[in-house]
């Protein structure tokens, strides 16, 4: 694995040195440093690295405390809400977050939004985005701090209904409302 990265706003594209892991995605810290988070296999723990050099190369790898990804592991997605969007800055991490050990590929389920506050070091918010059969995401954030996560959706499987789009405010992230036995 390696990540690619623009330090001129997408005019040029650069590559990082090696990150280990299966799929994985980079979001910015609030303080300009790089987290990287990627499956790794069939425990479920993810693991993460950090970057202080604007993504050339990553180290302080360990395997993530707090983020459990789907027993077979899939590819999810990471956001930055900056400060100036959100009044303070977070880190949004969606995926499916089913896990029962030997579970089948096809258990892909619990689409979940994790919220960290501290710059990815813990994640103490979780917020039901579909409960269903689910997979692959990616997220946006919107000028007015709106989230939007595209993800695969099913009805038997994680995949037969295809993609959906679901969209939530920064008021519904931070409700004080946590479902934390995911």
Known sequence: NCALYSDNHGKTWKASGFLPGGEGCVVELSDGRLYFNSRIGPEGWRLRAISKDQGETYGDFAQSEWLRDCTVGTSDSLVSVPESVA????IVFANPSFYRPRASYWDRRKMTATVSLDDAKTWPIKKLINEGPSGLSASVVGKDGAIFVLY?????VYFDKGISVVSFDLGWVLDGKSQNDL
């Open 87 to 90: 009044g303070r800055h977070l």
């Open 152 to 156: 695969e959706k099913g009805d038997k």
